[in-house]
């Protein structure tokens, strides 16, 4: 008999939510209940959240969090997978559900305009459209949309930085911005709205949505897209892709790396070996041992 399927949602909202700090506990106790693992989180600024378990037992927690009028038709990006990507269920309290620092930037209130995954193939090949991708450095470099400028950014706050010296509304007529589920594009585009920018677009649920609706045959993306799970990333078809990950610095990492002197699994890749130091080293490899152990032990009790 085959093992059912595992479902995995994704979504998002800005809304606000200023009890948020009071949902965590009652939400972390509906998810255990129903077997379902994955990360939420909660900002006074609203949720993000991907969680894997059954069609029924997630279906059920979008109708529990519904019953808050701000959180009412949430509509999650759906997969599935062989196995969950999660260990466990994670409800993390922040300031922002992602975390640009800029402060009076309220993508619930206005935002670039979303443009759909069937029309962004001619939005991006018009030559007065400047295509940015929104995300980093380890994830645009396995995978990102022919002609796109990278930011060469190495977390979401620099991003600000990027727009104030590289980009300026006298000459940047119309801006289309992706990044991958369509989180970071919300707050992204409310910051060129605020700084001048009259034409701002958005792919409409990210790259994801993108690879689900746009047949492969006429996609304009290239290599894979980098997920925040143990897929690592996922492929043209959002089957889970060819790299594992550096769980030093949580990059992406090919059979390339993975043949490279410096990488060393569990504990250091191409990337991150230059910049650990040996206490780090020793903890990491720690780690790994505790880790092997505990996969030992569940083998053997299976």
């Not at 595992?6 to 509906?30: G, K, M, Q, W």
Request: charged content about 25%.
């Amino acid at each position: 008999m085959s093992e059912p399927t595992l479902h995995i949602a994704t979504f998002y909202r800005f809304v606000e939510l200023p009890d948020y700090a009071s949902l965590r506990e009652p939400l972390l106790a509906e998810s255990h209940a129903r077997g379902i693992t994955g990360t939420v989180l909660l900002a006074d600024e609203g949720i993000n959240a991907t969680l894997a378990g059954s069609r029924e037992a997630l279906e059920g927690l979008l109708q529990w969090l519904g019953k808050r009028s701000a959180l009412a038709g949430l509509a999650p990006r759906w997969s599935t997978a062989p196995a969950s990507p999660f260990r466990k269920m994670k409800v993390k309290l922040r300031r922002e559900i992602v975390t640009l620092g800029v402060s009076g930037i309220t993508p619930g209130k206005r935002t670039g305009a979303h443009v759909p995954p069937s029309e962004w193939n001619a939005l991006i090949r018009d030559p007065q459209t400047l295509v940015v991708d929104t995300r980093n450095l380890y994830e645009t470099g396995i995978g990102s949309f022919a002609g796109a400028v990278d930011p060469g950014t190495r977390n979401f706050r620099e991003f600000p930085d990027y727009v104030a010296q590289q980009l300026d509304p006298e000459v940047h007529k119309r801006v289309a911005m992706f990044c991958t589920g369509g989180i970071r594009c919300e707050k992204a585009s409310a910051l060129l709205l605020d700084a001048g920018f009259e034409d701002v677009c958005q792919l409409e649920g990210g790259i994801l949505a993108y690879l689900d609706e746009v047949p492969e045959a006429e996609s304009l993306w290239w290599g894979e897209c980098f997920v925040f799970d143990e897929r690592v990333a996922v492929d043209n078809a959002l089957a889970p892709g060819s790299y594992g990950q550096c769980y030093a610095c949580r990059r992406p990492v090919s059979d390339e790396d993975r043949q490279h002197l410096h990488y060393e699994a569990g504990i250091s890749c191409p990337a991150c070996y230059d910049d650990l130091t040996p206490a780090q080293r020793a903890s990491f490899a720690e780690r790994k041992r505790q880790r092997d152990l505990a996969a030992a032990r569940a083998q053997s009790d299976a």
